[in-house]
């Protein structure tokens, strides 16, 4: 089945970079987008961006362009995303998730990965 | 971008009540919203996309309506797997932004 596995919980100090990984399988990778949503304790869902597997290009929410980047290795079918100079802030649950679509242009986010936990603390 | 508002931002909800959450966008998006629903601790699963197409394995008493900027979830008897949190999203242009969410609890 199609199914997204992302790497385990992380602990950074502020100021530090952390790469998060999303392992995708049961279906050809390079065929559909994947994106990177994240939420904040006790808060809702915020896009951060996405990458074409096929072509490797990206595009990045407006609020973290320069702080992030996401790479994708086609040879294991997984996506990375890099987000640096962390603060408080970014205490989150990062999602990745495969972008589905259908003919008539229309899209969703289906499946998700179960997210990984990053803490920023001193 | 595009602003996705939900209503309410929660509720209180008996086993077997009909719940109705809606959303509006900023802008006209057609048919291109999608409803999540997410469980304490887990990831989003999708519900509804376009609008009013349910997922395949989502219960039949789940149902999405609307077009253009005003939209609904509605839960036509609410069981008790169902109180969880539930967010709308655009995907009618980039970046794709989502409603605040909905916070299904047991009365």
């Known amino acids: 089945q199609v199914q997204l596995v992302q790497s385990g919980t992380e602990v950074q100090k502020p100021g530090a970079s952390v790469k998060l990984s999303c392992k995708a399988s049961?279906?050809?990778?390079?065929?559909?987008?994947l994106t990177w949503v994240r939420q904040a304790p006790g808060q809702g869902l915020q896009w951060m961006g996405g990458?074409?597997?096929?072509?490797?290009?990206?595009t990045y929410a407006r609020q973290f362009q320069g702080r992030v980047t996401m790479t994708r290795d086609t040879s294991t079918s997984t996506v990375y995303m890099e987000l640096s100079s962390l603060r408080s802030e970014d205490t989150a649950v990062y999602f990745c998730?495969?972008?589905?679509?259908?003919?008539?242009?229309?899209?969703?986010?289906?499946?998700w990965g179960q997210g990984t936990l990053v803490t920023v603390s001193s | 971008d595009i602003q996705m508002t939900q209503s309410p931002s929660s509720l209180s909800a008996s086993v077997g009540d009909r719940v109705i959450i809606t959303c509006r966008a900023s802008?006209?998006?057609?048919?291109?919203v999608n409803w999540y629903q997410q469980q304490p601790g887990k990831a989003p699963k999708v519900l509804i996309y376009?609008?009013?197409i349910v997922q395949s394995g989502v219960p039949p008493r789940f149902s999405g309506s609307g077009s253009g900027t005003d939209f609904a979830l509605t839960i036509s008897s609410l069981q008790a797997e169902d109180f969880a949190t539930y967010y709308c999203?655009?995907?009618?242009?980039?970046?794709?932004?989502f409603g605040q969410g909905t916070r299904v609890d047991l009365k």
């Open positions: 049961g279906y050809t990778f390079t065929r559909f987008y």
């Open positions: 990458i074409n597997p096929n072509l490797g290009t990206t």
């Open positions: 802008q006209g998006i057609d048919t291109n």
């Open positions: 998730a495969r972008l589905t679509g259908d003919s008539d242009g229309l899209n969703w986010f289906d499946p």
């Open positions: 999203q655009q995907t009618y242009n980039s970046p794709p932004t």
């Open positions: 376009a609008a009013s």
